[in-house]
């Protein structure tokens, strides 16, 4: 009996140990929050010119915190967004892409909004809706979708409804210029959801079709430009190259649920991303989406974000030895932004901090298992 008592004990220990441990503090948000984020809720982009913040690393920055379950960080982002960037009110106004500091003056640098950014505010607006039980975010994110729809979106002949990177200087006559990585098909799927009556779905069908479209031989492109004569196609403002901003691409991919729509189809597309990386050993800084060749050496950020889409694949040495890589060396997790925000979402992903459902609904480890 008193055997069977002390098993008992060692077990209940166990269990609640690991359940101390899947609900603790999260370091690496930590740590960014250190390095990258000013008293006021503005993430800057160290070393960069006029010590720029951008509307990208403000979404990125209130998804992290929601997954941290840091409200108050949240809302200390989320309101510096919405006074520096939106003029005071979201509701009203798509944030502009970048603010800085030039001759000493805070200042809007561009006003263009960014349509990947606004779709992660409006996104991780509607999941802390839920998940903080705070019926003004529902609002504001219901708000921010339908301006979306309205301001970054165009009906091309024969793409139908497409995502277009910003309001202004993406569209002239019947030529378009598109950026893959702007369109996770998880948080077109989740609107889809909570928004019926407005067209998530098409907006959805649509971009997973260009995701398979424009990446033919398995690489994704950072630009695209689409004609109705031409089709998809590159030029020099727009070349087949792929890098900072088509890494996200496989991410968010892999990032999706096994049972979401497209998802096998993505993986299969993506396949020889993933044998090029399990070849080589590196995750390269370009590709080619016309002839498949690579080039370079990613940095690390890089090697971080292909970790889904390589455990996805089962390629379980590539995992390893990326991972021992970055528990080996975490001196960029200090000073470079882009890196820290793929290595939060690879992290975060990986350690089951979060999943996504297939209709694109986010459960949070503390969400399930804290509360």
């Not at 930590?30 to 503005?42: A, L, Y």
């Not at 990947?116 to 998940?131: G, H, K, M, P």
């Not at 497209?262 to 390269?284: D, E, I, R, W």
């Not at 889904?308 to 040495?317: H, I, M, R």
């Amino acid at each position: 009996m008193k055997i069977f008592a002390s098993l008992l004990f060692v077990l209940t220990l166990s269990i609640n140990v690991s359940a101390e441990q899947n609900c603790a503090a999260w370091p690496q948000w930590n740590t960014f929050k250190h390095h990258f984020i000013s008293p006021e809720g503005r993430v800057i982009d160290l070393g960069s010119q006029y010590d720029i913040t951008t509307s990208e690393g403000q979404s990125y920055a209130l998804f992290f915190a929601l997954l941290a379950n840091d409200k108050a960080s949240f809302d200390k982002l989320l309101e510096w967004t919405e006074v520096q960037l939106s003029e005071g009110d979201l509701s009203t106004r798509l944030p502009a892409w970048q603010w800085g500091i030039k001759n000493n003056q805070p200042q809007i640098l561009d006003s263009n909004p960014a349509s990947d950014s606004d779709l992660w505010i409006a996104y991780t607006l509607s999941q802390a809706a839920i998940l903080w039980n705070e019926r003004r975010y529902a609002v504001l994110s219901s708000v921010m979708a339908e301006r979306i729809i309205r301001e970054e979106t165009a009906y091309i002949p024969n793409l139908g409804l497409t995502l277009l990177p910003g309001p202004n200087g993406f569209e002239k006559e019947t030529h378009w210029k598109l950026n893959p990585s702007y369109a996770p098909l998880f948080i077109l799927a989740q609107f889809s959801q909570l928004y019926p009556h407005s067209p998530w779905q098409q907006l959805h069908d649509n971009s997973a079709d260009m995701l398979i479209s424009t990446a033919p031989k398995g690489f994704s492109p950072d630009w695209v430009n689409y004609n109705t004569d031409k089709g998809f196609y590159h030029d020099e403002h727009a070349p087949p190259t792929g890098s900072y901003n088509a890494i996200r691409v496989y991410l968010w991919a892999s990032m999706m649920a096994e049972d979401a729509k497209y998802k096998t189809a993505l993986m299969q597309q993506f396949k020889p991303m993933a044998n090029s990386v399990t070849a080589s050993g590196k995750v390269p800084l370009q590709t080619n989406a016309i002839n498949g060749k690579t080039r370079g050496t990613g940095p690390t950020g890089f090697s971080a974000a292909m970790l889904p889409l390589l455990e996805t694949e089962n390629q379980s040495q590539a995992v390893g030895a990326i991972q021992q890589t970055l528990m080996m060396d975490t001196r960029f997790t200090t000073n470079r932004y882009y890196d820290s925000v793929l290595y939060l979402f690879s992290n975060g992903f990986m350690t089951k901090r979060f999943s996504l459902d297939k209709n694109g609904a986010l459960t949070t480890n503390w969400s399930n298992k804290c509360q």
